[in-house]
């Protein structure tokens, strides 16, 4: 993996495709930063070898040019996180913008404009990425959360840099740890696949049964699994088209000596709401009128002991409603369980889709090894898929 620490950047002007995909409030305010802290230290390598910074990013999904998607928002915030006043421009292709790179100094940061002002950078159109080629000397993909999108600016461009592109250390990292959990693991390696449905995650099952010893099966998505072995559910939500599919899962990690742990009881509601009223029941026994919405006190127990000895852990989606406070008890404990495993020397990594607000929002991003910044980008490398963004480089 060729990454920026193989390079030194004196005097040259790195073009760098950043994720500043980030959320504003309604006064255009960044509510979270984190993936411009994320990016922070490809641009300080950078801006220390003596080199400049175009960082290009897209925001939001606008139709066109549209006030409210641009990146000007944002230049404060990226300016007060890098600790360099950062200069902005309203374009990102075409001879103004050339000129003003041209006068870019070492130790200059220049923002584009939303790349997504332009609809070739989604159709990945060759030209639009050969004019913004012609932003930097070197280019550096550090966009883990676009890394799955043959997209102008995070794919297309690399073919006009042969022998002058790089990973950005935010990119690295995130390959290096699913790696560590893919390929590199230390055994014995547990995945936990929570959230909603098997439909979503029914391709990184099948991928990851081939490298894991232990898989958890939480959220959701148990209820198909128990309704396909004969239990009964009661208003759960339930794939009844995918129940084949559940048994045909469960006999493939039979075969290949993988442990499935399903829970065995639930948190039940008689209403999809915070103030239901609630019971543990067994999980084959829920009745009509009550739905499963959180792994039950047995069920937590047994993953608590899974997860301890273990010593690899993949953990994506939520083991219940987390959303609603009554229901998020079960994800509270399996982050508690998964903190206590890497004190002791695990390896956990989070990510893939949701799963990081739950982490977030417990407090429990701090605790694990190492949170994944891309959601749909993640879940396509558990899937077993080459992303194109990674490819461009490599290749
Ligand atoms: P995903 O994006 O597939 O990881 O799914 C996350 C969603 O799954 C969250 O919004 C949870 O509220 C939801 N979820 C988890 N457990 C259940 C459950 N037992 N019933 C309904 N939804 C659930």
């Known amino acids: 993996m060729k990454t920026i620490n193989e390079y030194s950047f004196e005097n040259k002007k790195a073009l760098i495709?950043?994720?500043?995909?980030?959320?504003?409030?309604?006064?255009?305010?960044?509510?979270?930063?984190?993936?411009i802290e994320s990016a922070k230290p490809t641009i300080l390598k950078i801006l220390?070898?003596?080199?400049?910074?175009?960082?290009?990013?897209?925001?939001?999904?606008?139709?066109?040019?549209?006030?409210?998607?641009?990146?000007?928002?944002?230049?404060?915030?990226?300016?007060?996180?890098?600790?360099?006043?950062?200069?902005?421009?309203?374009?990102?292709?075409?001879e103004e913008v050339e000129k003003t790179v041209a006068n870019l100094e070492s130790g200059e940061v220049l923002l584009l404009e939303?790349?997504?002002?332009?609809?070739?950078?989604?159709?990945?159109?060759?030209?639009?990425?050969?004019?913004?080629?012609?932003?930097?000397?070197?280019?550096v993909n550090d966009a883990f959360g676009t890394a799955h999108r043959a997209h102008?600016?995070?794919?297309?461009?690399?073919?006009?840099?042969?022998?002058?592109?790089?990973?950005?250390?935010?990119l690295a990292k995130e390959i290096e740890s699913i790696d560590k959990v893919l390929n590199n693991?230390?055994?014995?390696?547990?995945?936990?696949?929570?959230?909603?449905?098997?439909?979503?995650?029914?391709?990184?099952?099948?991928?990851?049964?081939?490298?894991?010893?232990?898989?958890?099966?939480?959220?959701?998505?148990?209820?198909?699994?128990?309704?396909?072995?004969?239990?009964?559910?009661g208003d759960s939500i339930c794939e009844d088209d995918k129940m084949e599919l559940a048994l045909e899962i469960l006999k493939q990690a039979k075969a290949k000596n993988v442990e499935v742990h399903i829970p065995v009881d639930v948190i039940a509601a008689d209403d999809f709401n915070n103030d239901a009223n609630t019971k543990v029941l067994d999980v084959t026994q829920i009745p009509d009128g009550?739905?499963?919405?959180?792994?039950?006190?047995?069920?937590?127990?047994?993953f608590d002991e899974v997860v301890n000895k273990c010593k690899t852990i993949l953990w994506n989606g939520p083991l219940g409603v987390f959303e609603m406070e009554s229901f998020a008890k079960g994800t509270i404990a399996l982050g508690h369980s998964i903190d206590n495993a890497t004190k002791n020397g695990a390896f956990s990594l989070v990510?893939?889709?949701?799963?990081?607000?739950?982490?977030?929002?417990?407090?429990?991003?701090?605790?694990?090894?190492?949170?994944?910044?891309?959601?749909g980008a993640m879940l396509e490398m558990l899937e077993g898929k080459e992303l194109p963004g990674i490819e461009a480089i490599n290749n």
Request: proline share 3%.
């Open 152 to 170: 102008a600016s995070t794919t297309i461009i690399a073919q006009f840099f042969e022998g002058k592109k790089y990973f950005g250390n935010l």
């Open 185 to 233: 693991s230390e055994k014995p390696v547990l995945a936990i696949l929570g959230g909603a449905k098997v439909s979503s995650k029914i391709t990184v099952i099948e991928n990851i049964l081939d490298k894991v010893d232990h898989l958890i099966i939480g959220g959701g998505m148990t209820f198909t699994f128990v309704k396909a072995q004969g239990g009964s559910v």
């Open 114 to 139: 939303n790349l997504r002002f332009y609809d070739e950078e989604k159709n990945g159109d060759v030209d639009f990425a050969e004019q913004l080629s012609k932003l930097g000397d070197i280019y």
């Open 48 to 94: 220390e070898d003596g080199g400049s910074c175009v960082l290009m990013s897209h925001l939001g999904r606008p139709k066109g040019v549209s006030p409210e998607f641009s990146l000007k928002h944002i230049v404060d915030s990226v300016s007060e996180i890098i600790g360099v006043k950062a200069k902005f421009i309203d374009d990102c292709v075409g």
């Open 17 to 35: 495709r950043v994720d500043f995909n980030v959320p504003l409030d309604e006064k255009f305010k960044v509510t979270d930063t984190t993936r």
């Open 290 to 302: 009550w739905q499963g919405l959180d792994a039950g006190p047995k069920s937590l127990a047994n």
């Open 351 to 375: 990510g893939g889709g949701d799963s990081v607000a739950a982490v977030k929002q417990f407090g429990f991003a701090e605790k694990v090894s190492y949170v994944s910044t891309g959601g």
